[in-house]
């Protein structure tokens, strides 16, 4: 019963950020570029319309799990009818698409994930 609702609390948490991250509506990937300082590439990959969309994003610097959110929640607003939305991110000196360091994943329920072993593989990005 405690797990249930510290999931509900996080869950409820979540969506309050989303929420206010979203608080602007995008309707281009340049505009995060712009309104973001920390992304420096944005790139949409092929999706399934109105199901499944992600990007890969590459970032200029580690951000925390609430920054994160900003960013997915943002990148999500550009159309948020698509059920779920797919975000990569990218430090600098990794390849993308050999495996990110974090992800955000609206399924709808927002997730973020920050994996720090990713950048064992990547001695430029340990700084």
């Known amino acids: 019963m405690r797990y249930l609702f510290q999931v509900l ?12 991250a979203a608080a602007k509506s995008y309707r ?7 309104d973001f300082a920390e992304v420096i590439e944005l790139r949409e990959n092929e999706g399934i319309p109105r199901k499944k969309r ?4 590459r970032i200029n610097k580690r951000l925390d799990e609430d920054e994160l959110l900003k960013v997915g ?6 159309d948020p009818r698509v059920e779920r ?9 990794m390849k ?7 992800t955000t994943h609206f399924t709808p329920v927002p997730n973020v994930q920050i994996m720090e072993f990713m950048l064992t593989g990547n001695p430029t990005t340990l700084k």
């Open 96 to 102: 993308i698409g050999s495996g990110a360091w974090a």
């Open 73 to 78: 929640a943002a990148i999500r607003s550009i």
């Open 9 to 20: 609390t996080m869950t409820i948490i979540a969506a309050v950020l989303v929420e206010s």
């Open 54 to 57: 992600s990007y890969d994003v």
């Open 85 to 93: 939305t797919f975000v990569s991110y990218y430090l600098p000196g």
């Open 28 to 34: 281009f990937t340049d505009e995060i570029v712009e």
